[in-house]
């Protein structure tokens, strides 16, 4: 269970301004819109809350299927990570520090769930729609939808939006194009990614947007 909530707006914005201004009435796209100088003020706020260190290893765990100390860089990285995510669950403990400790941690999550599903595909929650015998090639724009959809439902426990669908699809079909590409190796020598690399890649990519979103970290 969530603790310390606040309220948020979600339709104005909360200004801090001076005592005697509570209210502001300003023009937005043409119309009249009230801005409150608090968000307690606001008859359409709404109150979120955010998961502390605890919380956020049983999601990680619930959504990817990957017991923490099964791995040893998962739970290395979940370790390290305790400091820097929320002790309390409080909303105002949300930082970019915070943050980006909850993205590092759906990295190690997202990689060892991505490893965990391509050995056994029958097993798998978050990428059933993937062929890993097909590559590249496999990861067409209807099985990428098929994963993102997949990706909501488990880190955020709703359907994903257009909006949101168009935009996981967009990054995991840009990592593809870009892992594909020969690069240098800090040795200086040329490299390219295997087929099953690239595969692996796009969709951790993907797995570690919708892990280390505040949508996760608040749901």
């Keep these: 269970m969530k603790t310390k909530l606040i309220k948020l707006s979600i339709v104005s914005v909360a200004l801090v301004l001076g005592s005697s201004c509570s209210i502001i009435t300003g023009k937005a796209q043409g119309q009249n819109q009230k801005i409150y100088a608090s968000p307690d003020q606001d008859p359409n706020a709404q109150t979120v809350g955010t998961q502390n260190f605890l919380q956020v290893k049983a999601s990680m765990e619930k959504a990817t299927n990957v017991v923490t ?7 290395s990285t979940y370790t390290t990570s305790i400091s820097q995510l929320s002790g309390d669950g409080s909303a105002n403990s949300v930082s970019a520090a915070s943050l980006t400790a909850t993205t590092t941690l759906a990295s190690a999550y997202c990689t060892k769930a991505v490893a965990n599903e391509r050995a056994a595909p ?7 729609a993937v062929d890993f015998t097909q590559g590249p090639t496999g990861l067409s724009d209807s099985v990428l939808s098929s994963v993102a959809a997949s990706l909501a439902k488990r880190f955020w426990g709703r359907p994903a939006s257009s909006t949101e669908t168009a935009a996981l699809v967009s990054l995991m079909k840009d990592t593809l194009s870009n892992v594909s590409k020969t690069f240098t190796s800090v040795a200086g020598t040329s490299r390219t990614l295997s087929a099953s690399q690239q595969v692996d890649a796009a969709l951790m990519i993907g797995c570690t947007a919708a892990g280390g979103s505040l949508d996760f970290v608040r749901s």
């Excluded at 100390?69 to 739970?75: A, F, G, H, M």
């Design 122 to 128: 029958s097993a798998g929650v978050l990428f059933t």
């Design 69 to 75: 100390t099964s791995d040893t860089t998962v739970n």
